[in-house]
């Protein structure tokens, strides 16, 4: 059942019980920013996600970490309310991540890449995860988005991410999971790709006849691009004087929306729209700090005063 | 005397006077589109803002074209109620731009550029030009976009726009020009080359302490910024679907905003919002069609819905 067939009924009795799971990578970037070079910088989309996301909701995480990945990182994530059950911890190193960012920020370049651990994750969620009513399917093989989705009993809300590597590498498997989620969130490359056309309003319509109801298409510091039954909706980033490492936004971005979907559990597609702006909101605190380290103790009330701010900035 | 200064008898008194002049080039552009290539397609700075502005306002247009210019081409200036007085037509061949645009229309080359009379432009304001009361000095010499300045007797709102060559080749000049407008227009890179900081917001309050009250970056499909008195306002651009030639779309939204400016003469700097708003509907006209076809015979009514459009694409 989609979120938008429930009764008010049914809103009533799920919401209380309503929550987001996140699935994605956790681990070790090291950073060259323009502000300096960061080594062992806690990372990966389910860290940024699941902080974002625990701001607003019940927040359950599924990752997999190496023996070499800090306990005290850990116990921060369930000091935010995070569930870390679903955190496997295996034999080996942590996933690993280079990068060289551009003076402006505007573009990186992968220095080098160590999947480690990650290599072998094969997402088994605990018994106690599969009732999730909200779910991310961060940037992981479609393979793997599916064998998640499998193993959840009834989800009302199911975003995933994906990138040029899988819509390029694994059409078919990425297919089936267009099919089964509702919302699509990637960025404008991305959606050019998937869909064979430069111009992204065709290129939108396409995506979402293969399954997705929205397509939001992130755009960084232009914004972000709703596709969706309502129609279109623009969201600004907020113009900030002191961007100091964009590593997560887009994951922080997509932990905020579904966290935020996930306390709210309206089933108005318009919902998603104010959601958006949240979720625009939390990216702009998360660039603000070099890795997560502004999420750890972001506030709702913070949030939501910068999403106002965000409104603000298109009303004449 | 600046707008914001005039009282509401001054306003009742000037407006009916209120006239637009446009200073830029005019040119027969060659266009390498991804939808075919266009040979002596009539463009140019001062051709895409006259049309623009003329939807709104009394518009008076200083250019120079050479004796190959199309008689026919004029004539549609002067039934769309453009004077011409000062166009100057010289003996010698019309500025011409020959460029090529990426597959996705987010990129240009300029494979030839002729400056032909161009070249010994020396804008001569006619004595009935004077009085104008809203100035658009289009992207020509800072020396030139003085020399108008001096010949203009008492404008109430002047705009101007620049670029990279004139920022990196004639900054003394133009940091003049900059003290006498009140309004800037370019984009983004110029933001960040003319305030040597890549970061747009601290960029945008450095070029505001060199002169101009207010500063719009153009930013193309992801819309507009202005930074102003009254704070940060962001314009999206409107999602299109059928793109085929942003040729002349920044020289649109400057003229359709100088054209709003001038006919409704409001001294309230908030309305400055409004105006973005209408310039980036008429940009959107002129990327839907080739050079400037769809500009001349935009409507203020067409472009008005449109404009709407754009203020409903930001509403939860």
Redesign the interface.
């Known amino acids: 059942m989609a979120p938008w067939d429930l009764s008010l009924k049914d809103i009533r009795t799920t919401l209380v019980n309503n929550c987001a799971l996140i699935v994605g990578s956790m681990a070790f970037d090291d950073l060259e920013l323009?502000g300096g070079s960061y080594q062992d910088v806690v990372g990966g989309s389910a860290t940024y996600a699941s902080l974002a996301a625990c701001v607003y909701a019940k927040v359950r995480t599924v990752a997999v970490v190496g023996d070499d990945f800090p306990t005290a990182w850990l116990d921060r994530f369930v000091t935010r309310g995070i569930d870390i059950t679903g955190i496997e911890k295996c034999s080996g190193k942590t996933f690993r991540w280079h990068g060289k960012y551009a003076?402006?920020?505007s573009s990186r370049t992968t220095l080098a890449t160590e999947l480690n651990v990650f290599a072998d994750f094969d997402p088994v969620l605990p018994d106690s995860y599969r009732d999730s009513s909200h779910v991310l399917l961060g940037n992981i093989h479609p393979e793997l988005q599916l064998r998640v989705l499998e193993q959840v009993r009834q989800p009302q809300f199911v975003a995933a991410d994906t990138m040029n590597y899988w819509i390029e590498g694994e059409r078919p498997k990425l297919e089936k999971v267009l099919a089964r989620i509702h919302t699509l969130l990637i960025n404008d490359e991305e959606v050019?790709l998937l869909a064979n056309d430069?111009?992204?309003?065709?290129a939108?319509?396409r995506i979402r006849s293969m399954g997705p109801k929205a397509l939001i298409v992130k755009?960084g510091?232009?914004?972000a691009?709703l596709f969706d039954e309502t129609?279109?909706?623009?969201?600004?980033a907020l113009?900030?004087?002191s961007?100091l490492d964009p590593t997560g936004a887009g994951d922080t971005f997509a932990g905020a929306l579904l966290g935020q979907l996930t306390a709210d559990g309206s089933p108005e597609p318009?919902r998603l729209?104010?959601a958006i702006?949240g979720a625009s909101a939390a990216a702009s605190f998360c660039v603000e700090g070099v890795g997560p380290e502004h999420l750890v103790d972001m506030s709702r009330e913070l949030v939501d005063r910068r999403g106002d701010e965000i409104?603000?900035?298109?009303?004449?």
């Open positions: 323009p003076t402006d920020l050019r430069h111009n992204i309003a065709r939108a319509r755009r510091d232009a914004g691009l129609g279109t909706f623009f969201c600004p113009p900030l004087d961007e318009r729209r104010a702006r409104a603000r900035l298109s009303q004449c």
